[in-house]
Structure formats: C-alpha cells, structure tokens
C-alpha cells in the first residue's frame, strides 16, 4: 500500500507536520533512551515517491544518547529525535512537537525493528528499519 502526506514536503516544519495534527501523541515509554540500540538504523516508507528514513543513535560523553534523523529525499538532515526508549517491549522515535512516532518491536536478531510510523491524523504506515551501523 502507498501512502500520501507523511513527510511530503521540503521544509523541516512541513516536512514533518500534516494540517490535520489533532490527535495527541500517545504516551511514550518512561525512562532515559537506550544506548544499546545506538547505530544507524535505515528503512523505506510506503509513500510517493518512495522515501528512505534513517535514524541516527549516538552515544554521548556523558553516558547518554542523541538521536537524530534523515529523510534525503526531503532535504532533511540532523533532526533531532527523542529516543530510543523502550517499554513494554517496544521501542519508541518520537518528534512529540508534530506527534510523529515509530514504535516497533526489536527482532531476536537485535538488528530489524519492525514498526509503524504515525503522525497526527495519518493513517499508520508500516516500517522495517535494519541497523546498518553500530
């Protein structure tokens, strides 16, 4: 299935906002993000045209972790993510700013998650990301 609106414009605002935001985020794990997941983690999203998303997850100095995230396809480099965070047996990405969320299920492997991403009013879109880094 292909979908429209998500990530369909150039700028960072729009890029990530649909007008019809309305619905809230739902809430997100409790918790710092999880440095073992720290990598490159990298999938496609069924949109037109096809668009490739990477999540960046660095371990800082401090212990800590930054995440950022890339659609090159939009122009968009170095946004900055809140997670990892894991609960439940989930793992969360969150921009809670435009109420956009990929929470997935972390494969035995330890390198597929296999999610969705959801952002305001959209329709879910299923999302397979693979750690190609880490």
């Not at 990530?7 to 809230?24: F, H």
């Not at 929470?103 to 693979?130: C, F, K, S, W, Y």
């Amino acid at each position: 299935m292909v979908h429209r609106g998500i990530l369909a414009s150039s700028t960072i605002a729009a890029a990530l906002a649909l007008p019809a935001c309305t619905r809230p985020l739902p809430p997100l794990p409790a918790g710092p993000p999880d440095p073992a997941l720290a990598g490159d983690w990298s999938g496609a999203m069924p949109v037109q045209p096809p668009q490739q998303i990477i999540f960046h997850v660095r371990k800082t100095a401090e212990g800590g972790v930054e995440t950022t995230m890339d659609v090159p396809e939009r122009h968009l480099s170095g946004f900055p993510v809140l997670g990892p965070l894991r609960g439940g047996g989930k793992v969360d990405f969150a921009i809670p700013s435009v109420r956009f969320r990929y929470e997935a299920v972390l494969d035995p492997d330890g390198r597929t998650l296999r999610g969705t991403i959801t952002q305001g009013a959209a329709p879910p879109l299923p999302v397979t990301l693979v750690r190609t880094a880490g």
